[in-house]
C-alpha cells in the first residue's frame, strides 16, 4: 500500500459514496503503473466487502481492439462483480443508483469448475464453464464526463456498475459463441449490433485472458464464479425511462429498465428482492 493508491481509492470512494463524479485519478499514481491502478481497486473491493456483500466473479473490459487504441494499450482489463451488483432480468434501476451509465451487450459464462491454470486454453475453458447466458452490463464511471485512460477505468473497477442475467442458462455444446449476432435495443430502437467474434474473436478468447492473469496473480477463478466476457458491441448512454434489450441469438434476450427521474423512491436501493427490482 502506498500513499498514492491510497489517495486514488479514496477519491473513487467518495464520488460514488456522494453520487458525484470526481476528476481523473490518472495524475495520483505512477504514470504506466497498471499494478498501482490494480493495487486502487483491489484496495475498494476489499472496503465493499462488508456485511452479505461477496464476490461473485469477474468482468472484462477492453476486449475491442478499437477502444484498446484509444486508450493506447494492447491488451483488455478486469474488474470485480460484487453480488449487489446483480439487477433482475426484466428489472428496473432505481433513478440516481448511477452516476453515468451506459449499456453493453454482452455474453456471461457460469463456471462449474476451478480454472486455476496460469496457461489454460480454449478446452480447459469449456470443460470449466457449465453454461452460458445472455448478459446486460450497465457500466458506469465514478470519473466525471467519462475522462478516462487506462489507469482510471482499471482503478474505477474496470468501469463497473451494475449487471443482468437472462434466465434461460445454453451448454456451450448447444452454441458456436463466435458466430452469435447480438442486437441493443434501447425503447426498440436498435443502438448497436455486433458477434462474438467481436470480442477479442470470441468470448471464450476472452475468458482464457481473464483465467490465466487471475491465476498469474494468485487469485484464479472458482467454481460458481460469473464472467461477464466484453461487449459484443458498441455501448449505448442511459437516460431515466429508458427501456434496454438484449437479444444474442443461440442465447436468447435479457431486458432492464432505467426508473424514470420522478418514479417512487422503492424502486431505489441496492438489494433485489425476487420482483424484478432493485
Not at 220 to 229: E, K
Request: proline share 6%; charged share 20%; glycine share 10%.
Amino acid at each position: 500500500m502506498t500513499a498514492e493508491v491510497e489517495k486514488a481509492a479514496d477519491v473513487l470512494l467518495t464520488a460514488e459514496r456522494s453520487a458525484t463524479p470526481c476528476p481523473p485519478v490518472r495524475g495520483l499514481l505512477p504514470v504506466g503503473d497498471t499494478a498501482a491502478a490494480y493495487s486502487v481497486q483491489r484496495l475498494n473491493i476489499q472496503r465493499k466487502l462488508v456485511g452479505d456483500r461477496r464476490v461473485i466473479g469477474r468482468k472484462i473490459g477492453l476486449t475491442s481492439p478499437a477502444v484498446q487504441r484509444q486508450l493506447g494499450v494492447d491488451q483488455p482489463d478486469f474488474g470485480t462483480l460484487l453480488s449487489d451488483m446483480a439487477v433482475a432480468d426484466g428489472g428496473t434501476i432505481g433513478h440516481g443508483r448511477l452516476l453515468q451509465p451506459k449499456v453493453e451487450a454482452e455474453v456471461a459464462l457460469v463456471l462449474g469448475s476451478d480454472l486455476p491454470y496460469a496457461e489454460p486454453n480454449v478446452a480447459d475453458v469449456l470443460r470449466a464453464v457449465d453454461f452460458a447466458l445472455p448478459a446486460l452490463e450497465i457500466v458506469d464511471s465514478r470519473i466525471a464526463d467519462w475522462d478516462i485512460t487506462f489507469a482510471d477505468t482499471v482503478a474505477d473497477n474496470a468501469s463497473s456498475g451494475l449487471f443482468v442475467l437472462g434466465g434461460a442458462p445454453v451448454p456451450l455444446t448447444a452454441v458456436d459463441l463466435r458466430l452469435v449476432r447480438m442486437t441493443l435495443l434501447r425503447d426498440d430502437t436498435k443502438v448497436s449490433e455486433g458477434s462474438g467474434a467481436d470480442c477479442l474473436g470470441g468470448p471464450l478468447n476472452a475468458a482464457v485472458w481473464l483465467a490465466s492473469t487471475l491465476a498469474r496473480l494468485g487469485d484464479p477463478l472458482r467454481a460458481g464464479d460469473i464472467v461477464l466476457t466484453g461487449a459484443l458491441g458498441p455501448m449505448a448512454v442511459a437516460q431515466p425511462g429508458q427501456t434496454f434489450e438484449a437479444r444474442i441469438s443461440g442465447l436468447g434476450s435479457v431486458r432492464v429498465a432505467f426508473a424514470d427521474q420522478h418514479a417512487d423512491e422503492d424502486t431505489d436501493g441496492a438489494a433485489q428482492d425476487g420482483s424484478g427490482q432493485v
